[in-house]
């Protein structure tokens, strides 16, 4: 006990002691300097290493301390950086740090200096730094090499938006350096006479094969280049996410973002950690990754996925419970049973989730891609829903699909399976119309239906049924199939009633009859037409019932009226309805509509009503109509055109414009005003309102004028084309006067002419006879009544020639002369025969004066005196002309007066003139003692002028040479030829 | 030359005879061994068609280098390419190659180029880069089974490569990107210089095949006469 009492006290005075002695060292400044600095080049990384150790801690098993770094660059008064670092020292410790230096620390000398403080709480205040320790230097190019220059740093790797500095050592001063930036030139700032640095801020990515930095020494074959690799920057994954389908597999999913990887450095890779369970797995996809649950069913997890790569990481976390996380997998096995024409069950499966989950399926039934029908079925593993109202032969689309009953997160993804429903019996009655007609005496009957819509066809329509019963006589039914594919048939029947039943088949049975009756008699068809303005809704049609029994009315038109056939169309109303507004796609401005409004009666027979008629928007007319020109008179005429429909134009015809215009004209006649065309050309206007009135009469013209008229009709958006004119000429005043008078003349006249002609010997004769007869002179006449009446005309007979004294008379002479007279005329210049009836001087030998007769019967004032002048009688004329001449002179001076001036020069030698007898020959003289003497022209025998002397008065022809004279019997024609 | 009577029947005779031989003279014969000409023509044809689609993948792969490898006046000195062997030749030295040489040359240029292709087209970091190289490399390959078919064709031994010696494209420890892309820039240079001179090459070869082929016909006339 008591060697126990004495250690106990031992040992307390021990730890008093040693109490005593710590809070004696401890009360001193502790001189913990660093020692053995050592600093050292990671060039790879740009770090600055250092190394160092602290002493004198003995006494403490570890102790916070603080150092004090200074760096400096290329000389140790340069510090560019100084900074604290605090650690905890523990016993016999060797101190690690870096730091890294934006600039290539191959390009300058860094030193390196610290020191140190105690930071502990144990040692008291005051705390003192301990002295610096001395300068390290860290110089990389010593070791550099020999070559001419060199490049820093190589291939760095930077992401996207970071600032490097390049640097590049020259060994040479005197080189020239030059250095490019993806083949620009960039400059630096000299470091010192061998090193230029180039600080490029905020670098952008380029390309993967990375960004060329090179220099080059002009003048030598000296490069040097580095690649700086810019990094895409590494995103932070986005739409983290993790669910599990079974309980079994969490499968986390992300969007990685933006991929970072470069040639020979790989993408960011990915790290799941859960934190409840301290697990980590690195991912194998870039967006996904698979957790496996533990069988013991935790309930919470925390992930957190971290994208790393070599340039830094990034990290999103995640907080939830499992089973707020199920996302079913997608159903199976859909099937549609027992389907009908309005019901379907649809069946289906589901992956079964843990024991107690329940799933929420969602049946969507879906007709032409629009949701229909939506129900929510609660199921463990088999759904089964039983749909209804549906509609018979019909498409539809069932689709399933499921979430967790009890925690909603997501629906799993859709099954779908398509389906018909069968086929039901048409469940409305067909729209039925007819149009009666008479074709050879015979009432048709053509009847038009509307096919029935999918709605209510309920299946395909196979065929039409149309039965026709006769309502006045009892007979069989008739029955007629009609193809589906028609919407109308035809049929033919008798002058009675008929009631026609129409079907449409499909192949679950007939359609509702639709019921028409039509009458042989087609009955009243006509009705007042009334005028309807059409809007861009259609045509506003009313009606006034006439009878208290309608069941309904219909309104019938056509589409397109301007053809065959018109595309007959119907509107069915009901009784209460007096108005309805007919619209329809192919309603054209410019087209006239003819609507029918008809009252079917309880026997369901159709009575026009009413017919009305528009135009949905009236046009100008396109077209004039061909105007006729009649009754063209000097000062009028009159202008039809009563060909011209007014019912086919595209607009109501109101009436007519007729133009006139006239050069002849300045005022417009009465009824008319003036108006300017188009081309600013002035013309007349009248405007005709009746638009039946199809006839015009222009009045109060001007003869031989040329007048244009147009004749336009015009609705109410206005007048047909002013263009074309037609010319019309106003005859002269007077032309039907001359045609009527003329004509006939003209026709009198050759009928006179061919009278003549045919007659011509006949009226040669009787007017111009060879030898004219003196009896029917008119001459003698003149002379009778006024002169002497006691003149009458010799007649040949009465006068006997005493001597026909015959000169010469050569054969070819005579034969000629009892020729014809044509051979005469070519034969007297040659031998010409003369026979004197008058006594010829024997000794005449020249050509004595010549003798014109004129034959005064013909009053010729044409005749040429001259002919007659040249061969004026000579006043040696013969003596033996007795005295009968004086006889005549009464005669002479009677008809001196009129034709003396015929005679020309004979006038002067009037007394000398000797008027014998017409018998005298009109030349004395010997004709064959003109051989040489050129026969004078035939002025000479030219018969001018004859006259009859009584025979009292005319003296005897002297007889000579008698002898040589022979009797020859004359012809009267010949002889004076 | 004194002609007799019975020398005519002896010239249509002999003309006969060499109308009856002409099938057989090579240069006429289609049937027949056709000779190194063809394989010489193909061959020639096959480096005008590679030089052309170099042009193409050269211009693709600079611009994926980027600049200045793609400027059309760089001209880097040929630092690490010094493995690749050099096309360029002095003229008089090309001239008194003996075809044997020539086209043993050939062959072992385009083998080694071949393997160093092969290699730029695994570095290759763009998929559709990567499918040009590969076409190339192939069309590469038949131009070797080309030359190799002329050599055998005229009865020279095809090079043996040294076990062990066969040629990478890999960069070492100390390469950098830069080197290694001025590297890729050489290879693509010396591949176009060895086109250009393989086709003088096969040209040349080309002429002086057909030569002695016109000297065997008119020995064959002579000799039918």
């Given at each position: ?977 | ?6 020398d005519s029947w002896g010239m249509l005779a002999c003309l006969c005879t060499v109308l009856w031989h002409l099938p057989a003279v090579p240069a006429l014969n289609r049937t027949g061994d056709p000779g190194p000409g063809p394989s010489i023509q193909k061959t020639y044809d096959l480096t005008r068609y590679l030089e052309h689609q170099l042009r193409s993948l050269a211009g693709t792969y600079l611009n994926y280098l980027g600049p200045p490898f793609n400027e059309p006046d760089f001209n880097p000195p040929r630092l690490g390419a010094e493995t690749l062997p050099r096309a360029t030749v002095n003229l008089d030295v090309w001239r008194s190659l003996n075809d044997k040489l020539r086209l043993t040359q050939n062959y072992e240029a385009y083998s080694h180029l071949l393997c160093y292709l092969r290699g730029l087209n695994r570095q290759a970091a763009t998929a559709e880069l990567r499918r040009s190289l590969a076409h190339f490399c192939t069309s590469l390959q038949g131009l070797l089974g080309s030359i190799a078919g002329v050599m055998a064709a ?72």
């Amino acid at each position: 006990m008591a060697l126990f009492a004495a250690f106990q006290t031992s040992l307390l005075l021990a730890l008093l002691s040693l109490r005593a002695y710590q809070s004696e060292v401890l009360a001193e400044p502790l001189p913990l300097t660093p020692e053995s600095l050592n600093v050292s080049i990671d060039s790879a990384h740009q770090y600055l290493n250092l190394q160092w150790s602290v002493h004198s801690l003995a006494y403490y098993q570890e102790l916070k301390m603080l150092f004090q770094i200074q760096i400096s660059r290329m000389k140790t008064s340069n510090v560019i950086w100084v900074g604290n670092y605090s650690t905890v020292v523990k016993r016999d410790p060797v101190l690690h740090w870096s730091w890294k230096s934006e600039l290539p620390l191959e390009c300058a000398t860094h030193f390196v200096r610290m020191r140190s403080r105690v930071d502990d709480a144990k040692i008291p205040e005051p705390r003192f730094w301990s002295n610096w320790s001395s300068w390290k230097e860290a110089d990389a190019q010593k070791s550099l090499g020999r070559d001419p220059l060199f490049l820093f740093p190589k291939d760095k790797l930077v992401e996207e938006g970071s600032n490097v500095t390049i640097c590049y050592i020259s060994r040479n001063q005197q080189d020239n350096i030059s250095c490019y930036l993806e083949g620009q030139q960039i400059h630096g700032e000299q470091l010192d006479s061998n090193v230029s640095a180039f600080k490029l801020n905020k670098v952008s990515f380029i390309r993967k094969t990375g960004t060329n930095i090179f220099c080059k020494v002009d003048q030598k074959d000296v490069i040097k280049g580095i690649v700086l690799f810019v990094s895409k920057v590494l995103e932070e994954p986005k739409d983290f996410s993790c669910e599990t389908q079974d309980f079994k597999t969490l499968m986390c999913t992300w969007d990685p973002g933006t991929d970072t990887s470069l040639p020979k450095r790989s993408s960011q890779s990915y790290t799941l950690f859960e934190s409840f369970s301290g697990k980590k797995i690195l991912c194998e996809h870039k967006n996904s990754c698979n957790w496996q649950v533990d069988s013991d069913s935790q309930e919470m997890y925390n992930f957190t996925l971290m994208a790393e790569n070599a340039l830094g990481n990034r990290s999103v976390s995640v907080l939830f419970s499992l089973t707020h996380r199920v996302h079913p997998k997608t159903p199976y096995n859909l099937f549609l049973k027992n389907v009908s024409g309005t019901k379907a069950t649809v069946t289906w499966k589901v992956h079964p989730i843990g024991n107690y989950s329940t799933l929420l399926c969602q049946l969507d039934l879906l007709g032409e891609g629009n949701v229909i029908q939506q129900h929510n079925v609660s199921i463990k593993e088999n759904g089964e829903y039983l749909l209804s109202e549906l509609e018979p032969d019909t498409e539809y689309m069932a689709r399933v699909r499921c979430a967790d009953a009890n925690h909603f997160w997501k629906w799993s993804g859709s099954i779908s399976q398509k389906f018909v429903t069968a086929e039901a019996a048409p469940s409305e009655a067909l729209d039925v119309w007819r149009n009666v007609k008479s074709v050879s005496g015979h009432p048709t009957v053509t009847l038009f239906w509307k096919p029935l819509s999918k709605l209510h066809a309920n299946g395909k329509i196979l065929s039409y049924n149309v039965i026709v019963e006769n309502l006045d006589r009892p007979s069989r039914l008739e029955v007629h199939s009609v193809p589906a594919t028609a919407n109308g048939t035809e049929l033919t029947l008798d002058q009675y009633s008929y009631q026609i039943h129409v079907t449409a088949l499909n192949s679950a049975g007939p359609s509702p009859a639709s019921v028409i009756v039509v009458s042989g008699d087609p009955g009243n068809e006509e009705a007042e037409e009334e005028r309807i303005n059409g809007t861009e809704d259609g045509f506003s049609v009313s009606w006034k019932p006439q009878s208290r029994k309608a069941i309904g009315y219909v309104v019938e038109w056509c589409d397109h009226p301007q053809d065959l056939p018109c595309d007959l169309q119907w509107k069915n109303l009901s009784s209460n309805t007096t108005s309805t507004v007919i619209s329809s796609g192919a309603f054209r401005p410019g087209v006239r509509y003819n609507f029918r409004i008809y009252e079917i009666s309880t026997e369901r027979m159709a009575n026009l009503l009413e017919k009305k008629a528009g135009y949905l928007k009236e046009l100008a007319p396109s077209d004039n109509p061909q105007v006729v020109v009649s009754n063209l008179t000097s000062h009028s005429f009159t202008l039809s055109w009563k060909d011209y429909s007014t019912d086919s134009q595209p607009g109501f015809i109101q009436g007519y414009y007729v133009y006139l215009r006239s050069k002849a004209e300045k005022e417009c006649h009465p009824g008319f005003k003036k108006a300017t065309l188009s081309d600013k050309s002035a013309c007349c206007q009248h405007r005709i309102d009746n638009p039946e009135q199809k006839t015009f009469v222009m009045e109060n013209l001007q003869p031989e004028s040329v007048y244009e008229f147009l004749v336009t009709p015009y609705t109410s958006a206005g007048s047909g084309p002013v263009d074309t004119f037609t010319k019309v000429t106003t005859p002269d005043e007077y032309s039907h006067i001359l045609i009527r008078i003329i004509l006939p003349m003209i026709i009198c006249v050759l009928l006179i002419m061919i009278t003549c002609y045919l007659k011509s010997q006949w009226m040669k004769e009787k007017c111009y006879p060879d030898i004219p007869d003196p009896y029917k002179s008119n001459v003698l006449s003149l002379i009778k009544s006024k002169e002497n009446p006691h003149l009458t005309i010799m007649n040949v007979s009465d006068c006997v020639p005493d001597a026909i004294e015959v000169i010469h008379k050569p054969e070819g002479s005579k034969i000629q002369f009892l020729g014809a007279s044509k051979s005469l005329t070519e034969t007297e210049f040659t031998k010409p025969a003369y026979l004197y009836l008058l006594p010829a001087e024997k000794n005449y030998s020249g050509p004595g004066p010549c003798i014109c007769f004129e034959n005064l019967t013909y009053n010729e004032a044409a005749a040429d005196s001259g002919s007659c002048g040249h061969f004026p009688v000579t006043p040696q004329a013969p003596p033996s002309q007795p005295g009968p001449l004086t006889s005549p002179e009464n005669l002479l001076k009677a008809l001196e007066k009129n034709y003396m001036n015929s005679l020309g020069e004979i006038a002067a030698g009037e007394a000398s003139v000797n008027y014998v007898s017409q018998l005298a020959s009109q030349m004395s003289g010997d004709k064959d003692g003109l051989p040489t003497n050129p026969p004078e022209p035939v002025h000479c025998s030219e018969y001018k002028m004859q006259m009859a002397i009584p025979l009292g008065l005319a003296s005897p022809p002297p007889a000579e040479n008698s002898g040589l004279s022979s009797t020859t019997p004359l012809d009267q024609s010949e002889h004076y030829r | 030359m004194d002609l007799r009577a019975g020398d005519s029947w002896g010239m249509l005779a002999c003309l006969c005879t060499v109308l009856w031989h002409l099938p057989a003279v090579p240069a006429l014969n289609r049937t027949g061994d056709p000779g190194p000409g063809p394989s010489i023509q193909k061959t020639y044809d096959l480096t005008r068609y590679l030089e052309h689609q170099l042009r193409s993948l050269a211009g693709t792969y600079l611009n994926y280098l980027g600049p200045p490898f793609n400027e059309p006046d760089f001209n880097p000195p040929r630092l690490g390419a010094e493995t690749l062997p050099r096309a360029t030749v002095n003229l008089d030295v090309w001239r008194s190659l003996n075809d044997k040489l020539r086209l043993t040359q050939n062959y072992e240029a385009y083998s080694h180029l071949l393997c160093y292709l092969r290699g730029l087209n695994r570095q290759a970091a763009t998929a559709e880069l990567r499918r040009s190289l590969a076409h190339f490399c192939t069309s590469l390959q038949g131009l070797l089974g080309s030359i190799a078919g002329v050599m055998a064709a005229l009865g020279y031994p095809l090079p043996q490569p040294l076990p062990g010696t066969e040629p990478t494209w890999a960069p070492g420890p100390a390469h950098s990107d830069f080197l290694q892309k001025m590297d890729d820039f050489w290879l693509l240079k010396e591949l176009q210089t060895w086109l250009w001179r393989s086709a003088k090459d096969f040209n040349r070869l080309k002429k002086k095949m057909q030569t002695p082929a016109a000297a065997v016909t008119l020995h064959l006339e002579a000799h039918g006469f």
